[in-house]
Every structure is written in C-alpha cells, then in structure tokens.
C-alpha cells in the first residue's frame, strides 16, 4: 500500500514537472517574439528646414486714434429745442447737429437792435450837428461810444445765440445720440460723439534701443482680430522728440488711409513696422514646434541602415531648437537645425525618440506667410 502511495507522488511530480516546464518554454518564446516585435511606422508629414529672405520687422501693440475726434458738448446749459441728426450719420463741416432753446435770447436781441438803430440815428445828427459847428465834440464822441457798446451788447446776444447753435465741427461719423428733445442739459454735457475716420492714426511705441532704425515714411502693417487674415498697410508719420521717462520708451505715430473706415478709434491692434534691412533665416511650419518650460523642439527625420532584425527605415529624434520670430504659420530658428534637415510638421504628438516613421505630406496642413482662415 505504502509502495502504490509513493508511485502516485512520483506521477504527480512529474506532471507538475512536465506542465512547468512547457509553461516556461511557452513564456520564453513570448519574450522572444515580444524582443523581436517591430511596432508598426507612425504615419507623419514632414517639411525640408529652408532658407528664405525675410524683410526685418518690429512687432509692437498699438491702437487707433482718430485724426479728428470730439465728444460734441453745449458751451452754454439749455434746453434741447430741436435735434437735426441720428445716430451713425454722416455729416459735413458746419451741420447743424441740435439747437437749445433761445427764445429769451432772440428776445434781448430785439429789444438791443433797436437801441443799436437809435444810437445810430443819433451819431448822424449829432456828426451832421457837429459839421455845423452847433454840438460840441464831445457830444459827437459820447454819441459814436453809445452806438459802439449798443452793438457790443447785441453780438454778445448773438453768440449766445450761435454757441446754443450745436453744429459739426469737422466732417465725420456721428455715433449714439445720448440727448433726447426737451431734456435741460448743463455745460459740458455729452449730445454724441463726433469721428473722422479717414484717415486714421495708429499710436505705438518701441524701447529707446530701437530708436536708430526708426524714420518717418517707414511702411506699417496693422491686423486686428476683428478683421482676421486682413492686414492694413500705412506710413510712419511722426516720431516724438522726447521718451517716456518710466519706460524709456519712445512714442510712434502712423497714418492709415482707412477708405473704407473698417479701422476705429479705440480698437486694437498688432502693429508691424517694416524696417528697410533683410535678414535670411531658416524657417519651418510653426506646428512643427513643439513648446515646453524647459525649451523648445521639434522631430527631425534620420534615415537609419538596415540591420539584421530589420530592412533600412527612418526614425525620428528630438532636437532642441532656439525659435525666433513668427510670420503667418512659419517661425524662424536661430539655433539646433540647418537647411535641408526634415522636421515632422503633423502628428508630432504620438511620436518619441528613436520610434520609425513613414512620411505622408497627403496628410499636411496647408501653410503661408499670410494664411487666410478658410485654409485651416
């Protein structure tokens, strides 16, 4: 019995003996096949590192003033007998705009024109009494001085009269009345805001170190969010004589044409003065970019031989580049590529050292110095 019991051990043994090692067999094979295992290409676009001119730029933030522009206010407090425009008319030099009430005035001004029509009266006879030798001189004298201040006292009536008279300034765009008929309003209270909007001014300013390249006639180039994929093109008018002593920085001033009075006061915008000079720079798509805290990269493409576990392939590394600046979707690099490297310009997300990639530019995003927003 004793004998029966150990055969069965030894027949167990060996099976679990058996098992292991077909197991282990089994789990060697796998890391065998898992060592050997080539993970397919990821598939990339890619772009060629190429040289290109680039005109030098100053890049700044600016905003946009009007030549001429006045928030329209009575001299003299009245009340608002009549208004002669709506909001968001055009209007020329000299339009009446609103007329506060004058009716005291108009009153004062007839009783004073009629003292200034006898004192007038008066100053012939007395000149005529005078050449006959039968008044004095004197009485000739305090005759013309009562006709003068008579006419003084009318023409201050008058302007009076004209100052409760509201009209345009200058030719330009009325914005939102802000008065309505009837209302009393006091001195200095706004009726609507009055712009010219062609031409334009856009004010900037540079630190002072840039203050040797800057001269007037120089080309400007504005964009604006509100406008996206427009640029509009103007000349540097003015330079200020003196900087600003916190920032040491010195006040610019271009003229846009505006025709077609898409710029507005107050807006703001991405200012480029072009500067006379070209540089010649490396550029790549600025996808192609990948940024982080501790430095910008990108994957160049390497062609790698053929090896006894694999046929020749191309693989991607990571190079640290210094990027410079940006025009449209291209940026320029200072240092880490040369011209004729590839750079991955999609798909850069999935990628890591050493992985292999296939190139498909079917896959590449459309790019251009001034891209227009249906491209992307």
């Not at 006419?151 to 914005?175: C, E, H, M, V, Y």
């Not at 330079?239 to 505006?258: E, H, K, M, W, Y």
Request: net charge neutral.
């Amino acid at each position: 019995m004793k004998r029966y019991k150990t055969i069965a051990v030894v027949a167990v043994l060996l099976v679990l003996g058996g098992l292991a090692g077909v197991k282990t067999l089994q789990i060697r094979a796998m890391i065998a096949l898992g060592q050997a295992y080539t993970p397919p290409p990821e598939s990339v676009s890619s772009f060629v590192v190429r040289e290109e001119k680039w005109q030098g730029t100053l890049d700044v933030i600016g905003s946009i003033a009007a030549v001429q522009g006045v928030t329209v206010t009575p001299e003299i407090a009245g009340a608002v007998r009549e208004i002669n425009f709506e909001s968001g008319a055009v209007v020329a030099k000299g339009d009446l705009l609103a007329r506060l009430d004058t009716s005291s005035e108009e009153a004062q001004l007839r009783a004073l024109e009629a003292q200034v029509e006898m004192s007038r009266l008066n100053a012939v006879r007395t000149r005529q009494l005078r050449a006959d030798n039968t008044v004095s001189v004197s009485e000739l004298d305090n005759a013309e001085a009562m006709l003068k201040q008579n006419q003084a006292n009318a023409d201050a009536i008058r302007a009076t009269i004209d100052k409760k008279t509201i009209r345009a300034p200058f030719a330009g765009k009325l914005g939102i009345r802000q008065v309505n008929l009837g209302e009393y309003l006091d001195t200095g209270k706004p009726i609507v805001s009055l712009q010219s909007l062609s031409p334009v001014y856009v004010d900037f300013s540079l630190p002072q170190q840039e203050l040797a390249q800057l001269a007037t006639g120089m080309r400007v180039r504005v964009s604006t969010d509100a406008y996206a994929g427009r640029q509009f093109e103007g000349v540097l008018t003015a330079i200020n004589p003196d900087l600003d002593s916190s920032t040491r920085s010195v006040g610019l001033q271009a003229t846009f044409d505006n025709p077609e009075q898409l710029l507005r006061p107050g807006m703001f915008v991405r200012v480029q003065l072009l500067l006379p000079s070209e540089q010649t720079v490396l550029v790549i798509p600025a996808p192609a970019v990948l940024s982080a805290p501790y430095g910008d990269s990108v994957y160049t493409i390497e062609s790698v031989p053929a090896t006894n576990n694999a046929g020749p392939r191309q693989v991607v590394r990571q190079q640290f580049i210094r990027a410079g600046s940006a025009r449209g979707d291209f940026v320029s690099v200072e240092t880490g590529l040369k011209a004729g490297d590839r750079v991955v310009s999609s798909g850069l997300f999935k990628l890591r050292n050493g992985m292999a990639v296939v190139e498909n530019n079917d896959i590449a995003p459309k790019t251009g110095e001034a891209p227009h927003p249906a491209e992307r």
